[in-house]
């Protein structure tokens, strides 16, 4: 089939050869009935004849049986016998004429019948008459047959029969001529529309023809206008381009694709590899022909990341590319079109918002070193504070004062932290199977002595079909932890909380109500925005950053969950409430199981413990709640007096700063780990720095445990009865 052909054409020719043939066909149909018609009208004609013929047959035998009667001339039995002779085979004919019409068949029975008779009368008359010497018997006995009319008789009653079968005929003929000029009119009728439509059929097709070859120039026109435009366009966009047909031979590049590599018309005709030339930034290794990937792949594909280019002068430019085939109409690949641009200004900005960020979480890591490390005297003195205090009221108040006020600070600390890796991602959940109601309860725990400390109430109801959810125990304790803050924060003294945990269908839901100063509606949509507060421009008690609902949302959403808040308006309390997808109980995780069997346990033993820290306060202090627990504690101030005390007192505990001067905690670390009598010490890194790359840094130098300054003196109690 010619390839110029447009499916249109073939199909209006097809359509054309189509209605030619229909047309040849219906005026074959049509010939054939008008034929039929034809030749069963001269069919039913010929019947007519025949009927005719056979009585006509019948009056020359009897005529001729009358003369021979009268006469005695032997000469009249010549048309009689002729006659009878003839007779047989015309009722056969008529016979085989009439055998397709069952009624007209019976009447021929009945006309064979009285044709026979008729012949049979008149035989035996002439027999009689040769056989009688005195003919006056016979002819006497004929003009009896002729006054009594009983010849006429037999004569009428095949007239009737055979005027029977005609009327028969007549009306069959009428009815095949009238069907006949019917099929002649429908022939002439189908005739003409048939060539009509044809005759419309194949002007259509000229048209169509007119109108494709026209409408191939326009779009030749418009493809030769989108060409050059295409053209104008590569030379004056920004991006570098490279046009190559399938063999991977440029075709064409655009300005900037010149300037980058460095060549110019002279790199049409040539492989792409040639002129296209890139290596990984990192490892030098050169990167695959992207023409051979398009080709291979059949689509489009981002090129490898971190490539640079290697222009024709020998310079070096990192980019950023793409590819893309180019198709042919049937699809196939004709080309492949490159793009990239030089990404120069691109990494430089990258490097400097790594070196910010990384200087931010340095600064963040040091503001949060020098924090805790006053903190953890602080806490550990306030502690000892309390143990030293007896039943002074007094003092137990200040220790509890001082260690509220810590562990604010502390949360602080935490919550700034806590938003800086989250936003950076560097927070992952240490999932496990949670109890919703252990979460509820420990939270409400925590917050339970400010709530006192306020004179509010604080309910908590959870239902007992709660579940469990898969998710962070630590980072869920936080997160409603920081709901009850934040209520305790902003209801007044003699206020009420109430927080509750309930099942909602594979949910898990916990919700925490207030009566305290409600939250505008202005304020609503951006309430879990970073560093979003009330309006405190004329108290200042209640404190804070605004992080922790930031943290809140952030963490929920790390765990799958929604978090939602609703308020009436400024003085009618607010509620919050956190969604999270439940899971079955499965199994505990190690972690918890270790935190439940740290919780059950009892008074710690006594062990030899060793407290190194560069800051005397936090060592002295350390040590002296310790003691106060009944260890026995030594103290160093460097990683080589930690060497020497390990070596002369044999502890079997070891709380070790990291940041000592000269030898690192983690050198200390190394050192005690190599040495085949120290190696089964349990070491706990007691530190400012609490980030997760700590905690992986200091578990790779060999500590059991990686606590952030200031320690809560009950996890330290808890920790050390677990290794008793």
Known sequence: MPRNLTRGQIVAIALLICALVADAALSIFNIREVANSVQWVSHTQEVLAKLEQVLSTLKDAETGQRGYLLTGDPRYLEPHEQA???????????????????????????????????????????????????????????????????????????????????????????????????????????????????????VMVIWLFAWNMATRQRAADVVHAERERFRTTLTSIGDAVIVTDAQGRITLLNPVARTLTGWGEDATGRPLEDVFRIVNETTR???????????????????????????????????????APIRDGRGRIAGVVLVFRDVTERRRAERATEEADRRKDEFLAM?????????????????????????????QWVSEVIERQVGLMTRLVDDLLDVSRITSGKITLQRAPVPIREVVEQAVEMAQPAAEGRRQTLECLVDEE???????????????????????????????????????????????????????????????????????????????????LTLVRRLVEMHDGRVHVASDGPGLGSEFTVRLPGVGPGEASEESAASSAMATKGPAAARRILVVDDQPDSTDSLAMFLRLRGHEVQTAHDGPGALEEIARGRPEVVFLDLGLPGMSGYDVARQIRARADTRDLRLVALTGYGTEADRVKSRAAGFDVHLAKPVDPQALDALIARWS
């Open 367 to 395: 503001l949060a070193h020098e924090l805790r490390n006053p903190l953890a005297p602080i806490r550990n003195a306030a502690h000892t504070l309390g143990l030293l205090g007896g039943h002074d009221t007094r003092l």
């Open 285 to 323: 290794d050169a990167v695959e022909n992207p023409v051979t990937r398009v080709i291979r792949q059949g689509g489009v594909v981002g090129l490898a990341n971190h490539t640079v280019l290697i222009a024709r002068t020998g310079g070096e430019v990192p980019i950023d590319d793409s590819g």
């Open 84 to 202: 009878v002779a003839r007779m047989p085979a015309q009722l056969a004919q008529l016979r085989e004429l009439i055998a397709d019409n069952p009624a007209q068949t019976a009447r021929l029975l009945r006309l064979e019948q009285l044709v026979t008779e008729r012949l049979n009368v008149l035989q035996h008359a002439i027999g009689a008459y040769q056989a009688d010497p005195d003919k006056t018997r016979v002819l006497q006995s004929s003009r009896q047959s002729l006054l009594t009319g009983e010849g006429k008789q037999a004569m009428d009653a095949v007239r009737a029969q055979i005027s029977e079968m005609q009327d028969s005929e007549r009306a069959l003929l009428a009815r095949r001529e009238a069907a006949s000029r019917t099929s002649a009119r429908t022939a002439l009728a189908t005739t003409a529309i048939a060539l009509s439509l044809g005759l419309l059929l194949v």
């Open 466 to 548: 709660v579940g469990w959810v898969d998710g962070d125990q630590a980072r869920l304790v936080q997160v409603v932890g920081n709901l009850l803050d934040n209520a305790i924060k902003y209801t007044d003294e003699g206020g009420r909380i109430v927080v509750a945990a309930r099942r909602d269908r594979d949910d898990a839901v916990i919700a925490v109500r207030d009566t305290g100063a409600g939250i505008s509606t202005d304020l609503l949509p951006r309430v879990f925005d970073l560093f979003t507060q009330a309006d405190r421009s004329l108290e200042r008690r209640q404190g804070g950053l605004g992080i922790g």
